[in-house]
């Protein structure tokens, strides 16, 4: 790999980690470490090709361009959390991930998001991801972060909220969610 490719390898781990959080390739591997999988079979469970899903860990591409498919990674990624405090168990864990495989992404704010409390109110977590990846879907975090800067004078609030959201980590902006509650 030359100079030139390594640059945009670290630019394109840059870019997903402002978007996601992490590095797409340590957070596909962390997944199939969880959940038990191999690389063919977490392409099919996203509805990803293997080449794209490879393309994204070396970081030769920086961005899954379909939402639903970040949506089926974020369940994915509750889903490992499930399975790691055992409240799943391995074999339903496998029935799971078939749902997540069969879903189309369902949106909490068209109300068909399926990870929901007991009351069937969608998780925070659930909902500060979906504002997340819509925004992430609008715009790269350096351009939401400039969007803010000029919003800010006028609009500190919303300034803020694309901050927080467009470009900040997720455990941040559930607390930001959750104290602007009531």
């Known amino acids: 790999m030359d100079a030139a490719q390594q640059e945009a390898t670290a630019r394109a781990r840059e870019l997903q980690r402002s978007w996601y959080g992490e590095p797409l390739g340590a957070l596909f591997r962390?997944?199939?470490?969880?959940?038990?999988?191999?690389?063919?079979r977490l392409?099919?469970?996203?509805?990803?090709?293997?080449?794209?899903?490879?393309?994204?860990?070396s970081g030769q591409r920086a961005k899954i361009g379909n939402?639903?498919?970040?949506?089926?990674v974020q369940a994915l990624q509750e889903l490992a959390v499930q399975v790691a405090d055992g409240s799943v168990?391995?074999?339903?864990?496998?029935?799971?991930?078939?749902?997540?495989?069969?879903?189309?992404?369902?949106?909490?704010l068209t109300g068909t998001g399926q990870t929901t409390t007991a009351s069937g109110a969608?998780?925070?977590?659930?909902?500060?991801?979906?504002?997340?990846?819509?925004?992430?879907?609008?715009?790269?975090?350096?351009?939401?972060?400039?969007?803010?800067d000029s919003?800010?004078?006028a609009h500190p609030e919303l300034a803020e909220f694309l901050?927080?959201?467009?470009?900040?980590?997720?455990?941040?902006?559930?607390a930001h969610y959750e104290s602007h509650q009531n």
């Not at 392409?43 to 860990?57: C, D, N, R």
């Open 89 to 108: 168990s391995a074999a339903e864990a496998t029935d799971r991930m078939e749902e997540i495989k069969k879903s189309q992404g369902g949106s909490v």
């Open 163 to 174: 901050r927080v959201y467009g470009a900040g980590r997720t455990a941040d902006a559930v």
């Open 151 to 153: 919003l800010a004078p």
């Open 122 to 148: 969608p998780t925070v977590r659930r909902v500060v991801r979906e504002i997340q990846s819509l925004l992430r879907s609008v715009a790269a975090a350096g351009d939401i972060l400039d969007a803010a």
């Open 43 to 57: 392409a099919a469970v996203l509805g990803l090709s293997a080449p794209m899903l490879s393309q994204l860990m």
């Open 67 to 72: 939402p639903a498919v970040v949506q089926r």
């Open 30 to 40: 962390r997944l199939i470490d969880d959940l038990g999988l191999n690389q063919a």
